[in-house]
């Protein structure tokens, strides 16, 4: 892995990359505005073609991501973290969850929750509609479509770029993803095409979501409050939408993003209990269990069923457009989900990511699913089915009408859609500004604006001029040369984490003794020591005047030896790091870092108010894992020593790697 030091883009604009992005919108968006016939008819031979040729392939490639990601985080890999080995989790599970479900599918289970299951009862792929196995089919079909396969593809990409990003220090963006393949070359032209196709496809996502979405929030509002459903209200909900969406980005991610999608799961959960509640309680839950034991079940033979006895279009209507659409989202949610998961470990990382959104998703489609499939089997409630293929955004509301206190339930509904629809958006021009900006989201506030403003501009200009259905196309149609990327980068993160493992291995190789801490020492000395805690003033002047003259020996005699050597000291002295340059191989580098931490005892000393003092500790780091030993206070040529053994460990890690 690279050296962080040595990163050739880390500036807070990465100019081909952002003009190059803009000049590629305009082009797609002012052909799909000015010729949205043309455009749909071009997108649309685009999508047959790989339907017709390709379902193969797309059944294939989400097997493999489904596959891996189960592997990875079963495997010994699980144990790694998506950052150094001393890193914590930056928000808790709840935060954690809350964000990743809304930039996910948040808004898809609230338009789809009745629509699908109801769809699919009325109209299966096999056999004869509006029957008990049709209901059966129905749901177990839903969850396929909405359960581990979709977020398995958008937590592989964000595993794989919180990995690069956060433990080896690469840029977060999509193009870190095939560091393991390209090398440095991800910072040249082929890096930046990579990252301009994720800007289009996150952009193309979020844009026309916004613009179908404000359909649903314009039929909502229409059933409760008679509001006309036209292209000029869905206008005003877009500019509306934008507008609080562009305050959110402007809070920031912990202030705008974290909060809102807090306030949605518990609106959520609300809605959900909601229904569970004045629905048939016991029938629901009844269906949950046999629903998801049924999804288990039949996962291996629905995973690879592409009807090839039987053929049929609704393989291409449904399972088909699900797989690209998940995967066309993969690098918009997949980034925004890396962005939120540092210190998390591999395997905590795909089982929260795999199986708490998942469950919560089978338990949304069962209430939902169930209940409106109930609603029209066993109690006659025929209307809902034909709103349902009239108009798939209207479906909920017209399934709400059938409980009490419905007008609520509606509002509660409307309320949770547009809310959904202002995370994604806000959460699609944060990622916009990382991916232009180096991994960045330090840049300044106008361009956050900027990329809020562009999402925005494209809803209403293709609402405008119809061209959503031909973006909503292309979109799909983009996830066929994505998913070549997302198998290469498998491939790569796979290596580099047997790579990563070995290294932990040899860092515990039984042959090669502890690293060379000063046991000689008095032990009154010693004691003092231990007890002794040091500002962060005291640990510069002894990086200064202990640690750096023992880097800068110990590189005196590799260089004697012909080896590259490198000994930095950072601005503020907190920080000196010797870097060995091994060319072609792994470089080893090893630094001491000045760390902040809390008094370990009430007992030692409490300040005049009672509160335990912070201190610093002068902390080994080795590559992108901190060691967690302090060495304050050892000499130089304990310094030396340690050098020497944690060297010794690193050429013998490159020995196993032969």
């Keep these: 892995m690279p050296d962080p030091g040595d990163k050739p883009n880390s500036a807070p604009i990465n100019p081909p990359v952002f003009y190059g992005a803009v000049v590629a919108l305009v082009v797609v968006l002012g052909g799909s505005a000015i010729a949205p016939e043309a455009a749909g008819e071009l997108f649309a031979g685009i999508q047959d073609s790989i339907v017709i040729n390709g379902s193969w392939y797309y059944v294939l490639v989400v097997a493999i991501i489904l596959v891996s990601s189960f592997v990875i985080a079963m495997t010994r890999y699980g144990e790694i973290k998506l950052g150094p080995d001393n890193a914590e989790p930056e928000y808790s599970l709840v935060s954690w969850f809350a964000m990743l479900f809304a930039a996910g599918m948040g808004i898809g289970l609230m338009f789809f929750g009745v629509a699908e299951p109801v769809n699919h009862f009325l109209a299966p792929p096999q056999g004869e509609g509006g029957t008990v196995d049709a209901a059966r089919e129905a749901l177990n079909l839903t969850f396929f479509h909405w ?15 919180a990995y690069f990003g956060f433990r080896h220090d690469l840029p977060l963006t999509l193009r870190s993803a095939l560091y393991p393949l390209i090398g440095e070359r991800i910072y040249g032209p082929l890096g930046t095409v990579v990252d301009i196709f994720a800007i289009l496809s996150t952009t193309f996502g979020v844009a026309t979501s916004l613009g179908f979405g404000v359909e649903q929030i314009n039929s909502g509002l229409n059933f409760l409050f008679d509001v006309p459903k036209s292209v000029g209200v869905q206008l005003g909900l877009v500019v509306l939408t934008t507008a609080l969406a562009t305050i959110s980005v402007v809070l920031g991610l912990d202030v705008g993003i974290k909060r809102l999608s807090e306030i949605n799961i518990v609106l959520a959960v609300a809605l959900l209990l909601g229904v569970l509640a004045f629905g048939p309680t016991v029938y629901l839950l009844q269906m949950f269990m046999q629903n998801t034991g049924g999804y288990l079940a039949d996962l291996v033979g629905k995973t690879f069923n592409l009807y090839a006895y039987e053929p049929t279009d609704w393989l291409g209507g449904w399972t088909i457009f699900y797989w690209g659409w998940w995967i066309s989202w993969a690098p918009f949610v997949g980034l925004f989900i890396a962005r939120i998961s540092r210190g998390r470990t591999l395997r905590e990382f795909v089982f929260g990511a795999l199986a708490a959104p998942t469950l919560f998703t089978l338990l949304w489609m069962t209430v939902f699913g169930n209940s409106a499939i109930s609603l029209i089997l066993d109690q006659g409630v025929t209307d809902l089915a034909l709103a349902v293929q009239q108009d798939e955004s209207v479906a909920l509301f017209k399934f709400l009408e059938n409980f009490p206190a419905s007008s609520l339930l509606s509002m509660l509904a409307v309320l949770m859609v547009f809310v959904f ?8 021009a944060m990622i916009l500004n990382m991916l232009s900006s180096n991994g960045r989201d330090d840049t300044p506030i ?3 604006v900027f990329w809020m403003a562009m999402i925005g501009a494209s809803a209403l200009l293709l609402l405008l001029a119809g061209g959503l259905p031909a973006l909503q196309t292309a979109a799909i149609a983009s996830a066929l040369p994505f998913s070549l990327v997302i198998l290469f980068a498998i491939w790569g993160f796979v290596r580099a984490l047997s790579v990563d493992y070995a290294k932990r291995q040899t860092l515990t190789f039984a042959h090669i003794g502890p690293s060379g801490g000063p046991k000689s020492t008095d032990w009154k000395a010693r004691l003092g020591n231990l007890l002794r805690y040091p500002t962060q003033r005291d640990v510069q002047g002894y990086v200064k005047d202990t640690v750096l003259p023992a880097m800068r020996e110990f590189a005196g005699e590799l260089k004697n030896h012909g080896l590259e050597v ?3 000291l950072e601005a503020d002295g907190t920080q000196a790091t010797l870097t060995v340059l091994h060319g072609g191989e792994i470089d080893f580098q090893y630094a001491v870092v ?17 509160a335990l003092p912070e201190y610093h500790r002068a902390e080994v780091q080795l590559n992108e894992s901190c060691q967690d030993y302090d060495v304050m206070g050892w000499s130089h040529e304990h310094i030396v020593h340690d050098l020497l053994a944690q060297y010794e460990k690193h050429l013998h890690f490159l020995h196993v790697l032969r």
Excluded at 147 to 161: K, M, P, Q, R
Excluded at 594 to 610: F, I, K, M, T
Aim: glycine fraction near 8%.
């Design 147 to 161: 359960g581990l396969h979709a977020w398995a593809t958008y937590g592989i990409v964000a595993v794989i770029l």
């Design 446 to 448: 106008i361009r956050r």
């Design 594 to 610: 000045s760390r902040l931490h809390r008094r370990p005892d009430d007992a030692l000393v409490p300040d005049e108010n009672g």
């Design 566 to 568: 490198r000994v930095d």
């Design 421 to 428: 629809f202002i995370t994604s958006a806000d959460s699609g």
